[in-house]
């Protein structure tokens, strides 16, 4: 990376710490074309897409990372919401189908699953996954007890 490079993905990233998306993305323009590939750059694209509600934007560069970056699964769950917000629910639990038998044994990933799952309509899945959340690390379910977005979850169970 030459240090103009460094500079504008630093610039960027200080634009994104202060909420100034269309700046941000523009300093990552200015870097070099083969380095617009970089997963950390991809990754800081993947926020302000989100920040800005650009979800084909979004859906298109996160569904590169679950294969880039395959320990750090927050990013299969971010490609999965970007997926939804362009295809629908049920593009969305057609991906997760595919995704759970690879999951690994991380608790978060599974919470934030089924969050998505319980937001989705689908309980049944929700339900799975925060099983599953609570077999892996059952200290989350304070976390999850306490979670305002869950109130509807637990009051139906």
């Known amino acids: ?14 634009f ?6 269309l700046e941000a993305h523009a300093s990552l323009e200015r870097m070099s074309p083969e380095l617009r590939t970089a997963l950390a750059v991809l990754a800081l694209k993947v926020q302000i897409f989100y920040a800005l509600e650009k979800w ?13 970056l395959p320990d750090e699964t927050h990013w299969m769950v971010t490609w999965v ?3 939804r917000k362009v295809g629908g629910d049920e593009v969305a639990n057609a991906i997760l189908a595919d995704y ?24 049944k899945t929700a339900d799975a996954f925060f ?4 077999e892996l690390a059952p200290g989350i379910r304070l976390k999850a ?6 109130d509807k979850f637990w009051e139906a169970i």
């Open 16 to 21: 994104a710490k202060r909420k100034e998306w």
């Open 100 to 123: 759970i038998p690879a999951l690994p044994k991380h608790g978060m990933t599974h919470y934030a699953l089924g969050k998505l799952a319980f937001s989705m309509g689908d309980h």
């Open 56 to 68: 084909e934007m979004m859906e298109i560069v996160a569904r590169t990372l679950p294969n880039g």
């Open 145 to 150: 007890l306490d979670d305002t977005e869950l």
């Open 81 to 83: 919401i970007s997926k």
């Open 1 to 14: 990376m030459t240090d103009d490079d460094s500079l504008h993905l630093a610039t960027a990233h200080g």
């Open 131 to 134: 099983k599953r959340t609570f």
